[in-house]
């Protein structure tokens, strides 16, 4: 029993590294604030009005545990307290848009966004996402060998939070 506990203790710990790492660039086209990586401190000021996109995704060294990954999950994202439903993306390799988080041996990865417009000047708006798995995932983020096993449920006990002020 102790060992599914630190298993799930390392999965955890893992699994905020990808998450918290993966903070997306801004784009001609718009700003994107990543979740939890471009919200730090759980705030962030963006343009008033103009496009915007909230992003999130998850990172692993292998692309088939990436695929299994983006298989089982589902993005979770909330604005103000209203479910909205953002885009899964096929799984990808990093390059100079999305590059490399820390963890280098995490070059595969799945990422959540949703398109929509900033908040209008001193505005803000609350911004929750997690992911959900509907089943267990392996991930050999520890090497060769025995796989840490994610469980099946939400990866997160409470969803990450950002505050998106426009400014």
Known sequence: MEVRKFSRLVALLFSLLA???????????????????GCRGGSVSV?????LTLASGWAMSTRG???????????????????????????????????PDANADDAWRVR????????????SMVVTF??????????????????????AGPLFTNPFRCTVTGT
């Not at 343009?47 to 496009?51: A, E, Q, R, T």
């Not at 959540?112 to 505005?123: D, I, K, V």
């Open 65 to 99: 545990n990436t695929q299994a990954f983006a298989n089982a999950a589902t993005g979770i994202m909330t604005v103000n307290g209203q479910a909205v439903t953002p885009v899964k993306s096929d799984v990808f390799q990093a390059s100079a848009d999305v590059p």
């Open 130 to 151: 997690n992911i959900d798995l509907y089943r267990p995932v392996a991930d050999h983020e520890l090497g060769p060998g025995e796989p840490v096993i994610i469980p």
């Open 19 to 37: 998450v918290g790492l993966l903070s997306a660039p801004v784009f001609a086209d718009g700003t994107t604030v990543g979740i939890p990586g």
């Open 112 to 123: 959540w966004s949703f398109a929509t417009t900033a908040p209008s000047l001193g505005e």
């Open 47 to 51: 343009p008033v009005g103009g496009p």
